[in-house]
Nanobody, 126 residues
Framework: QVQLVESGGGLVQAGGSLRLSCAASGRTFSADTMGWFRQAPGKEREFVAS?????????YYADSVKGRFTSSRDNGKNTVYLQMNSLKPDDTGVYYCAAAWLLARPTAEAQRYGDWGQGTQVTVSS
């Protein structure tokens, strides 16, 4: 099992940027494919981004964030990041990071992720 703690959320105006971090502990982080999901009030959780294990050379993004969000990882720091640019009010929600143990490729399938963080709130004002 791995423990995940998100940080970096906050209130930002439309067009602004935020960088979320997800710090992992408890096992070899580099072997996890990592994902980002979000949930807006009254809506279901949705996939945002995923980055492959080990080198993180493969990423996958939801169409709604493609070209605006970038995921990266620093295995030495046991941390994955989500850089969010050109933020829109529709990006508002609680953002969660998740870990998929020994999965080599990025995936949008929530059921593939066995460990989840507590989430960090992102609010984008218009």
């Amino acid at each position: 099992q791995v423990q995940l703690v998100e940080s970096g959320g906050g209130l930002v105006q439309a067009g602004g940027s935020l960088r979320l971090s997800c710090a992992a502990s408890g096992r070899t982080f580099s072997a996890d494919t990592m994902g980002w999901f979000r949930q807006a009030p009254g809506k279901e959780r949705e996939f945002v981004a995923s980055i492959s294990s080990w080198t993180g050379d493969s990423t996958y993004y939801a169409d709604s964030v493609k070209g605006r969000f970038t995921s990266s990882r620093d295995n030495g720091k046991n941390t994955v990041y989500l850089q969010m640019n050109s933020l829109k009010p529709d990006d508002t929600g609680v953002y969660y990071c998740a870990a998929a143990w020994l999965l080599a490729r990025p995936t949008a399938e929530a059921q593939r992720y066995g460990d989840w963080g507590q989430g960090t709130q992102v609010t984008v004002s218009s």
